[in-house]
T-cell receptor, first 117, second 118 residues
Framework: DGGITQSPKYLFRKEGQNVTLSCEQN?????MYWYRQDPGQGLRLIYY???????QKGDIAEGYSVSREKKESFPLTVTSAQKNPTAFYLC????????????????FGPGTRLTVL | AQSVTQLGSHVSVSEGALVLLRCNYS??????LFWYVQYPNQGLQLLLK??????LVKGINGFEAEFKKSETSFHLTKPSAHMSDAAEYFC????????????????FGTGTRLTVIP
C-alpha cells in the first residue's frame, strides 16, 4: 500500500527540548513538504524539499530544521528556539518539483499532534 | 503573489440542502486551484483540482467547483449535503507560475468548517 506515514500520532514535549517528527513516503515522490496547522490559520509551510539533499525554507521556518538524506524520508526537528510549538504538523509529498510535469498535487500524511507541556 | 481567501470560517447546512463553500483567489499568473477536505485529526484529502482543462471540475463524494476567471472565484458546491460531509475544507492555489520550479508549492486558505444539521 503506497502512502505517507507520520509518527508518532501524538507527541508530548517538555519546554526546552528538541523533538523530531518522522515522515516517510513510499510513493517514489521527489518533493516533500512540512506544514503547521493552527486553528483558524489554515496550513502554513515550514520547509520543503524538491529533491534529495536539498531543502528550502517556507514561510515559518524559524525554530525548525529538516534533513533530506533519503528520497523517502523528510524528518522535521522542532527545536527549543520555536516559541510556540504546540500544533498539528502535516507532511506531504508530490511526484515532482518540475513545473512542466505538473499534473499532480500534494498528498498528505495523517499528521502528528505536538503538545508542549 | 498568489493567495486564496475563504469566506466564512464556519458554514452550517441542513442534511439534504445545498452546500456552497466560497473561495476567491488572487494570482498574477494562470492559477491551478484545489479543494482539500480534512476530517478531525487526519491529514488532508484531495477533493478536486482545476488545471485549466475545464472550468467545471467534478471531484469525489459528489462535490464540484467552477473556475470563474471574471470573478476570480473557485467555489465548492454539492447539491445535497450528507452527514458524512461534516469536515473542514481548504482551498489552495499554486504559489508560482507553472513555468517556474517549485510550482507544486501550494498556498492554503484558512479553511471552512462545514457542519451538517440532521
Amino acid at each position: 500500500d503506497g502512502g505517507i506515514t507520520q509518527s508518532p500520532k501524538y507527541l508530548f514535549r517538555k519546554e526546552g527540548q528538541n523533538v523530531t517528527l518522522s515522515c516517510e513516503q513510499n510513493l517514489n515522490h521527489d518533493a516533500m513538504y512540512w506544514y503547521r496547522q493552527d486553528p483558524g490559520q489554515g496550513l502554513r509551510l515550514i520547509y520543503y524539499s524538491q529533491i534529495v539533499n536539498d531543502f528550502q525554507k517556507g514561510d515559518i521556518a524559524e525554530g525548525y530544521s529538516v534533513s533530506r538524506e533519503k528520497k523517502e524520508s523528510f524528518p522535521l526537528t522542532v527545536t527549543s528556539a520555536q516559541k510556540n510549538p504546540t500544533a498539528f504538523y502535516l507532511c506531504a509529498s508530490s511526484i515532482s518539483w518540475l513545473a512542466l510535469t505538473f499534473t499532480d498535487t500534494q498528498y498528505f500524511g495523517p499528521g502528528t499532534r505536538l503538545t508542549v507541556l | 503573489a498568489q493567495s486564496v481567501t475563504q469566506l466564512g470560517s464556519h458554514v452550517s447546512v441542513s442534511e439534504g440542502a445545498l452546500v456552497l463553500l466560497r473561495c476567491n483567489y488572487s494570482s498574477s499568473v494562470p492559477p491551478y486551484l484545489f479543494w482539500y477536505v480534512q476530517y478531525p485529526n487526519q491529514g488532508l484529502q484531495l477533493l478536486l483540482k482545476y488545471t485549466s482543462a475545464a472550468t467545471l471540475v467534478k471531484g469525489i463524494n459528489g462535490f464540484e467547483a467552477e473556475f470563474k476567471k471574471s470573478e476570480t472565484s473557485f467555489h465548492l458546491t454539492k447539491p445535497s449535503a450528507h452527514m458524512s460531509d461534516a469536515a473542514e475544507y481548504f482551498c489552495a492555489v499554486t504559489r508560482y507560475s507553472t513555468h517556474q520550479t517549485g510550482a507544486n508549492n501550494l498556498f492554503f486558505g484558512t479553511g471552512t468548517r462545514l457542519t451538517v444539521i440532521p
